[in-house]
């Protein structure tokens, strides 16, 4: 098992910017990739950005240019830097860790993101 840890989020004018942080414990040595979702009320959990276990970085096409992903070499961390935020960013967002043997995925408690004037 693996427990997920998020903290950031809150209210923020549009272009200001904040930063999603997360830990991970537990079984750690199984995660493959550590990953942002965000979710609005009424859609689907959508991928925000991803990082695999040799760094390479996915992110929504949205988000791009926008939003940095990292995490440390020891797979405990991952954050999200947002910058230039937009009101359409407003969701919650849910960090994310998948683990092979057996494919399993853990989630964290969702943080709020609010971004309006």
């Known amino acids: 098992q693996v427990q997920v840890v998020e903290s950031g989020g809150g209210l923020v004018q549009p272009g200001g910017s904040l930063t999603l942080s997360c830990v991970f414990s537990?079984?750690?040595?199984?995660?493959?990739?550590r990953a942002w979702y965000r979710q609005i009320p009424g859609k689907q959990r959508e991928l925000v950005a991803r990082?695999?276990?040799?760094?390479?970085?996915h992110y929504e096409d949205s988000v791009k240019g926008r939003f940095t992903i990292s995490g440390d070499d020891a797979k405990t961390t991952v954050r999200l830097q947002m910058d230039s935020l937009k009101p359409e960013d407003t969701a919650v967002y849910y960090c994310?860790?998948?683990?092979?043997?057996?494919?399993?995925?853990?989630w964290g408690q969702g943080t709020q993101v609010t971004v309006s004037s």
């Open positions: 537990g079984d750690i040595n199984r995660i493959y990739k």
């Open positions: 994310n860790a998948g683990l092979l043997y057996p494919t399993t995925e853990y």
């Open positions: 990082i695999g276990n040799t760094n390479m970085e």
